[in-house]
């Protein structure tokens, strides 16, 4: 079993940055894929980043590359998503998502792969 407590979120001006964190407790010491989605108000949650927690390459959502880092501590167990040049059309619900193997390339932002989720942490940008 794998719980994830995600945190870092706030409210910030357009412009600005912050990072997400995201633990995992549980089952940690195995292979995991994970991600960042959001739900903005009235949207659908879309995918925003993944990796896997052994390393490899990432994956981002067009509209955040560039702006966005995800970043994996494997000794601290946590995720991080930094979010700099931040824009008001970011605003949104953040959750980070996992589930055991690898990503790949053709469903890492599908949200219906990931098996566990995190409650989630808002982020607010203000133009």
């Known amino acids: 079993q794998v719980q994830l407590v995600e945190s870092g979120g706030g409210s910030v001006q357009a412009g600005g940055s912050l990072r997400l964190s995201c633990v995992t407790h549980?089952?940690?010491?195995?292979?995991?894929?994970m991600g960042w989605f959001r739900r903005a108000p009235g949207k659908e949650r879309e995918g925003v980043a993944a990796m896997d927690t052994r390393g490899g390459g990432a994956f981002y959502a067009d509209f955040v590359k560039g702006r966005f880092t995800i970043s994996h501590d494997y000794a601290k167990n946590t995720l991080y998503l930094q979010m700099n040049s931040l824009r008001p059309e970011d605003t949104a619900m953040y959750y980070c998502?996992?589930?055991?193997?690898?990503?790949?390339?053709?469903?890492?932002?599908?949200?219906?792969?990931?098996?566990?989720w995190g409650q989630g942490t808002q982020v607010t940008v203000s133009s």
């Open positions: 998502a996992a589930i055991k193997g690898m990503c790949g390339a053709s469903w890492w932002s599908r949200e219906s792969d990931y098996r566990y």
């Open positions: 549980g089952d940690s010491d195995i292979d995991l894929c």
